[in-house]
């Protein structure tokens, strides 16, 4: 029978390391997805995968008073990857561009496209949608980006980005209308 | 319902946050008002647009190492046990330096204290200048200056009275300091 995620934390912050082992089997592809979104390319959502786990188990030891250890993981993982963004507009934007990813990467995405179109227009889709996330402030585009893409509620995103709820519905507010004006041509396709 | 208020509810009915009552009234607005259907129309495709990404997925490859090198960096890097250690010695360490500090300030105060104790008890080099009967305190280091014919400290006036018993040189640290002769009569 699978274990509970609060049983895990408690024996995780307890000395179990097969506990943590268990935690990251069961979040880390979480973690990866959402820090994708939000940074957009394989080796920044990498890092962020890596470093958050790392600092889960630093804090291994703060984490009994820990009430929700979903919201605390993606939390930690939110920060880390507002952080790289911080990085990213300094250095410029990392390119996806899948010749730079590694190896077996490239393999697995080779191997999953159906056809050079699909590819094409899935490419062009997920440009065009990041673009426009990235025109956004860091906090609406990650609310919009939590709330409308990974699909967390209202109070689970105040809980991740510790703000009162009021403040992400006024974010998300914010972010969808901007992203209705930049988006207008594709929402207006869909119609 | 006005126009007014359906918009301010619109993102509700999108994200499914409305109660069924304030959702129908809603939903009879909008098929009625075309202006309010297309802001509607709009924000539900945009949910739909964000949430339909494909999601990106780096290979079976990645997962299984992306796991081993989080484990490699925590679990494997850093067993508990060592890391007790690691924080004791930090701890003692530590320790060790405030009271290596709380020794070193206790010696400076030590030595400071016998020093004044010392310098407090220790009788002044006195020297007999006086041809008088009543001596006059004067440094050992001071008398072999103020004897020398070279010295410019006394005149030959203060010698003079140096030598009368009416000129007092005081303790170190105050050369030269006088006293009247009615305080000098006062001890004859």
Not at chain 1, 8 to 20: H, I, N, W, Y
Request: hydrophobic residues 40%.
């Amino acid at each position: 029978m699978p274990k509970l995620i609060p049983d895990l934390v408690e024996r995780f912050s307890d000395g179990d390391a097969s506990a943590f082992a268990e935690l990251v089997r069961r979040f880390y592809q979480k973690i990866y997805y959402l820090a994708y979104r939000i940074l957009g390319n394989h080796l920044d959502a990498d890092e962020v995968v890596q470093e958050t786990f790392v600092r889960v188990y630093r804090k291994r030891e703060e984490l009994r008073s820990v009430t929700n250890f979903t919201s605390f993981l993606i939390r930690i993982a939110t920060n880390y990857a507002i952080d790289l963004l911080r990085k990213q507009r300094g250095r410029g934007q990392v390119s996806d561009d899948p010749s730079l990813l590694p190896g077996e990467v490239q393999v697995e995405l080779a191997r999953r496209v159906k056809t050079p179109s699909d590819l094409f227009e899935n490419k062009v889709l997920m440009a065009e949608i990041r673009r426009a996330l990235n025109t956004l402030p860091s906090r609406q585009r990650i609310t919009a980006i939590l709330h409308d893409v990974e699909g967390y509620s209202k109070s689970e995103v105040a809980g991740i980005l510790e703000c009162p709820e009021a403040t992400v519905r006024s974010n998300l507010h914010i972010a969808r209308t901007k992203l209705k004006k930049i988006l207008k041509r594709r929402l207006a396709k869909r119609e | 319902m006005t126009c007014c208020e359906v918009r301010s509810l619109l993102e509700g009915h999108v994200d499914d946050e409305l109660s069924a009552g304030v959702g129908r009234a809603v939903e009879e607005h909008l098929a009625l008002c075309s202006d309010c259907r297309t802001d509607h129309e709009s924000l539900a495709n945009l949910k739909k647009l964000l949430k339909s990404q494909p999601r990106p997925d780096p290979g079976r490859e990645y997962w299984r190492e992306v796991a081993s090198l989080i484990l490699a960096r925590t679990v494997e890097a850093e067993p508990p046990a060592r890391q007790e250690t690691d924080r004791e010695l930090t701890y003692i360490t530590r320790r060790r330096s405030f009271f290596r500090s709380l020794v070193a300030a206790a010696i400076s105060v030590l030595i400071l204290v016998s020093a004044l104790y010392v310098g407090a008890n220790q009788p002044p080099g006195t020297v007999k200048i006086s041809t008088s009967d009543q001596p006059v305190l004067l440094t050992s280091s001071l008398a072999g200056m103020v004897y020398s014919v070279d010295t410019g400290i006394i005149n030959r006036e203060e010698r003079l009275r140096l030598a009368r018993g009416i000129l007092l040189l005081g303790p170190p640290g105050i050369p030269g300091r006088s006293s009247g002769l009615t305080d000098l009569l006062a001890i004859w």
